[in-house]
């Protein structure tokens, strides 16, 4: 079974200011998928960014980017410009080819004024 | 567009109740699944679906039930409640496996 694993259960960032949240993975699969999803206060799981494998190139949505290294397995979260909204637990998350979806423990984020 | 409705919100079920909570969908969704979120452990997929009519277990099924009717209702019966079946529990459904998943709102199901 495929691990996803987030290491900082707590980030902290001044707003304006840039932070990345970490993950890192284990498969032996080729074909994936990985997401990073922001649960606010409201409980309310929402897509931030999404990555294929195959491909090189690193997403960005807007403020959010990813770091996706693959034969690290590595997939980190940048968020520029950190906003008071922007606090909120983060969930990596696999996809893999059987359509299961694995999450990690997530980060807590907290935006600081 | 309602997205992904979870009924109920919060329930509170005595151990060996049973009860089904509702997931509807009113996207013409192919996939669904349900997961349950518990601290420090994030979500775990109990059973999902890629279909009316098929079903497959995840990484925590025991204790719970699963069918897909209908493209848009994908219940989950729990059997005989237990105190470790207390968590949150979310719904979400995709069009295409790969885009992500849309998240119902959540049920928040204690077990006493």
């Known amino acids: 079974a495929q691990t996803v694993t987030q290491s900082q259960p707590e980030m902290s960032v001044q707003e304006a200011e840039t932070v990345t949240l970490s993950c890192t993975y284990d498969?032996?699969?080729?074909?994936?998928?990985l997401f990073w999803y922001k649960q606010p206060p409201s409980r309310q799981m929402i897509l931030v960014i999404r990555q294929e494998a195959y491909k090189q190139q690193n997403a960005t949505e807007n403020r959010f980017s990813v770091n996706f290294q693959k034969a690290a397995k590595s997939f980190s979260l940048k968020i520029s410009d950190s906003q008071l909204g922007d606090a909120a637990m983060y969930f990596c998350a696999y996809l893999n080819t059987g359509n299961q979806f694995y999450f990690g423990t997530g980060t807590s984020l907290t935006v600081i004024p | 567009n309602a997205g992904v409705t979870q009924t109920p919100k919060f329930q509170v079920l005595k151990t060996g109740q049973s009860m089904t909570l509702q997931c509807a969908q009113d996207m013409n969704h192919e996939y669904m699944s349900w997961y349950r979120q518990d601290p420090g452990m994030g979500l775990r997929l109990i059973h999902y679906s890629v279909g009316a009519g098929i079903t497959d277990q995840g990484e925590v099924p025991n204790g719970y039930n699963v069918s897909r009717s209908t493209t848009e209702d994908f219940p989950l019966r729990l059997l005989s409640a237990a105190p470790s079946q207390t968590s949150v529990y979310f719904c979400?459904?995709?069009?295409?496996?790969?885009?992500?998943?849309?998240f119902g709102s959540g049920t928040r199901l204690t077990v006493v």
């Open positions: 498969t032996s699969e080729s074909d994936y998928y």
């Open positions: 979400a459904s995709s069009y295409v496996r790969t885009t992500g998943y849309t």
